[in-house]
């Protein structure tokens, strides 16, 4: 039994992964906002949560339940709606905290940064979890990589290690390269706009989420 692809698959998979993970889209938006309102920290434990999120993908589509899920037209409804509801609270957060002129980064003591870190990871953990396009992606994209003789459970983690360590890289370059900002970090009026094109986003991609569409 084989647990890695071949080189041709791997740089196919490679490639796939990577544009999917670049396009503009919520897991972005959602680190965008979180660098800019929570500096290098909130960005970094944002993307942690989203890259953490593969993983519980991963899970399900080798144990056969992403198939199922997406067989089922009232289970895959309530994911949809679910995540599209998600995204909109976010969404609307993001827009309200628009209005603020508060310092972006945390600055209280050991125990109120964790809780801020947590608080961030859990963001973006549960937005992907709820991305009912994740579920789709690893039904269709592990079939084409799994095959008869593999061994499943060896194959799909490592090939969920390759999604995340993409993602992981990308996110968390925008994260740096955000929180490190001085005109993110003493201009609240480009806080205040990045916070409110943030936040437009994610209610628009609720809505994209939530309606029903042809994948």
């Known amino acids: ?6 080189g041709a698959e791997l740089l196919r998979y490679v490639v796939l992964v990577t544009g999917v993970i670049i396009a503009p889209g919520a897991d972005l938006a959602l680190v ?16 942690m949560g989203i890259v953490s999120g593969v993983f519980v993908w991963a899970a399900l589509a080798g144990a056969g339940l992403a198939g199922v899920l997406v067989a089922s037209a009232t289970g895959y409804l309530m994911l949809r709606l679910a995540g599209a509801a998600y995204l909109l609270f976010l969404g609307i957060k993001f827009l309200a905290q628009s209005r603020s002129v508060a310092p972006p980064v ?16 859990r963001r973006g953990w549960v937005a992907d979890v709820m991305n009912p396009k994740m579920a789709v992606f690893y ?10 003789g593999d061994f499943l459970p060896g194959k799909v983690f490592f090939l969920a290690l390759v999604h995340a360590s993409i993602g992981l890289l990308w996110f968390s370059s925008i994260s740096l390269a955000v929180g490190r900002s001085n005109i993110l970090a003493r201009n609240p009026r480009v806080r205040r706009m990045l916070n409110l094109a943030g936040g437009a986003v994610l209610v628009l991609l609720s809505i994209e989420v939530a309606l029903p569409m042809q994948w």
């Open 1 to 6: 039994m084989t647990t890695l692809p071949t």
């Open 139 to 148: 039904l269709a994209v592990l079939s084409n990589f799994l095959h008869p």
């Open 106 to 121: 945390d600055r209280t003591g050991g125990a109120g940064k964790a809780r801020s870190f947590w608080s961030y990871f």
């Open 32 to 47: 965008l906002t979180s660098a800019v309102r929570g500096g290098r920290q909130g960005g970094l434990a944002t993307t």
